[in-house]
């Protein structure tokens, strides 16, 4: 993950109070705390030294040195992911509003998400789906759209891979996989309770699974291998999960794109000769 302003935007929700309230601080002046020691901002946000090495670990950095060398490098990147992008729907706008509203939110939910992208992790990702025999990828409502996607995707390089939405066939299926399958599991929340029932019969199989979240501690990342995370968090449920959809679609472009790059002759081979038998239907 590139991006340390927004891999603490994205990880607010699964803080503690006391935590949040630190991260809120340093997103609301990330350029004051550069320059505090660790007891400076502990006597500012009126929170303990302790508190602020919890929240540091709780969103997956090494400690108050490594957070403030990455709030460095996205400030002189010129980033401001500490603000809030997503414009929110009301009633009555104007359709020009409207067409507005979904190209900057959905810019923004792109940008976002590429900012979160762990490339270490993506790579290792992947490497394990070319890997392996069969791919399994668990989606349930708006996600089910996007694990729709990717199998779709997966058939056009000729890949074994089966979309799984709903909850028994993801179940019957997680039973017969195998070390040498993958799942790719994905939840916006990281809490679908189906998804997590059936990684978790996955996992006493010994499967390897992937997981596609929000950035954050949740379940469905909690059981995976290798956690990919998807941008933005949404405010509330005049949104839906028209954002979350484009970012987790934005994710699996990226993974397919580098199923193809890294096995570039049978994929093109297999991509001509799925156009070829479509187009001859015309």
Same mark, same amino acid.
């Given at each position: 993950m590139n991006n340390t302003?927004?891999?603490i935007k994205q990880g607010l929700y699964s803080l503690s109070p006391s935590e949040k309230k630190v991260a809120a601080y340093i997103l609301d002046d990330p350029e004051r705390v550069l320059s505090m020691p660790i007891a400076e901002l502990s006597m500012n946000a009126n929170i303990s030294e %302790?508190?602020?090495i919890r929240m540091c670990r709780a969103l997956q950095f090494k400690g108050y040195h490594? #957070?403030?060398l990455g709030i460095s490098a996205a400030l002189n990147n010129h980033l401001e992911e500490g603000k809030v992008?997503? %414009?929110e729907m009301s009633a009555n706008k104007e359709l020009s509003h409207i067409v507005d509203y979904v190209y900057?939110?959905?810019m923004q939910s792109i940008k976002s998400t590429i900012s979160l992208v762990d490339l270490p992790a993506m790579e290792a990702a992947i490497k394990l789906i070319l890997s392996s025999n069969r791919i399994a990828v668990l989606g349930v409502g708006a996600s089910a759209i996007v694990a729709m996607d990717f199998e779709q995707k997966c058939k056009r390089i000729n890949r074994w891979c089966e979309a799984l939405t709903d909850s028994h066939t993801q179940l019957t299926t997680a039973v017969h996989l195998t070390e040498s399958d993958v799942i790719l599991a994905?939840?916006?929340s990281g809490e679908t309770k189906e998804i997590v029932e059936a990684m978790q019969v996955a996992k006493k199989r010994n499967v390897?699974?992937?997981s596609l979240t929000r950035y954050g501690n949740n379940k469905v990342q909690g #059981? %995976?291998?290798i956690k990919l995370y998807a941008s933005p968090t949404e405010h509330s449920i005049r949104s839906g999960a028209t954002a979350s959809r484009i970012s987790q679609l934005s994710v699996v472009d990226i993974i397919f794109m580098g199923m193809i790059s890294n096995d570039w002759d049978n994929s093109v081979e297999s991509l001509n000769s799925t156009r070829e038998v479509i187009k001859s239907r015309k």
């Open positions: 302003l927004e891999r %302790a508190t602020i490594d #957070l403030k992008f997503y %414009a900057h939110n959905t994905i939840s916006y390897p699974i992937i #059981l %995976a291998d």
